[in-house]
């Protein structure tokens, strides 16, 4: 919205003397009402996209330009992240969405989308040796990110984590329960209650038979989560399913067979959750 001036207000003008008294008002309440849903469009369409980043979701270019780039509202956060096309014949580019609405490259040179790519967001997994050159460019044209793309934390197993399926460090620690109850804005999701109605685990879906599972003592009591205040991670490992860890004999899965953005998020998440955890 701009006024006479061409400058961008946040608010419409209070009603002045010569505006109609009630025309006037109503049109400002409905302004107001207008701007609040907006933000809670956006603050959903900025939760949907994050998600899309990490499940590595794709669309055509013709879905990318009448969904993204010509939408009125997304557009705003569109061109404040990086994108990335994918051809079938392999070729992987870069590119942002510029206030014209055109695309360029990490070089800032024009880059034309081609029909037959898939466009998805960038993790910065994925950006390998130019993620320091869009992190430039971005702090160059003072681009705010509606979340954290190009400054999102990189993590990686080991090489004896990669051939495992366990993730010993962070076993035995102990965290609020809260922090476990955090874990669910990030997908995870509690285990089925046990004895007494306690939910002894809690596991994030990777794939079709694939979950990592955390073993919780004491577990989260159903119905009355505090409880118990703090919860031990017993055991961190990949499994086919949601269960137990003393239930199976056998665990076939390893973590060398995980997408390395799946990895770097799962890592992000349990090092949050451990932060300052005491052993």
């Not at 109609?20 to 008002?25: C, G, N, S, T, V």
């Not at 330009?65 to 990335?84: D, M, S």
């Not at 031990?232 to 399913?241: I, P």
């Not at 090092?271 to 955890?277: H, M, N, R, V, W």
Request: glycine share 8%; no cysteine; net charge negative.
């Amino acid at each position: 919205m701009l006024d006479g001036d061409g400058k961008r207000r946040k608010d419409l003008p209070k009603p002045g003397a010569r505006d109609d008294a009630e025309l006037a008002p109503a049109e400002r309440k409905r302004f107001m009402a207008l701007k609040k849903d907006v933000r809670t469009i956006a603050s959903d369409q900025v939760r949907r996209l994050e998600a899309a980043m990490v499940t590595g979701r794709s669309w055509t270019a013709q879905e990318f330009r009448e969904l993204f780039v010509a939408h009125p509202l997304l557009w705003h956060l569109v061109r404040r992240l990086v994108w990335l096309s994918e051809t079938d014949d392999g070729a992987r580019t870069a590119f942002r969405v510029a206030e014209d609405r055109t695309f360029a490259d990490v070089e800032d040179e024009v880059f034309e989308l081609a029909e037959d790519a898939a466009v998805r967001l960038a993790h910065p997994v994925r950006l390998g040796g130019e993620l320091a050159a869009w992190s430039e460019l971005f702090a160059d044209y003072e681009i705010l990110q509606p979340f954290p793309q190009l400054g999102r934390a990189v993590l990686a197993l080991s090489d004896e984590e990669r051939e495992g399926y366990r993730l010993t460090r962070f076993e035995g620690l102990k965290v609020p329960t809260g922090k476990v109850l955090g874990l669910e804005r990030r997908g995870w999701e509690r285990g089925v209650p046990q004895d007494a109605g306690v939910e002894r685990w809690i596991s994030k879906r990777l794939g079709d038979n694939r979950y990592l599972v955390i073993a919780l003592d004491t577990g989260i009591a159903v119905g009355v989560v505090d409880m118990f205040p703090d919860q031990t991670l017993e055991t961190v490992w990949l499994d086919t399913r949601p269960q137990d860890h003393w239930s199976r004999h056998e665990h076939p899965l390893r973590f060398s067979g995980l997408d390395p953005v799946t990895v770097s998020e799962l890592l992000a998440d349990l090092t949050e959750l451990t932060e300052g955890a005491a052993s």
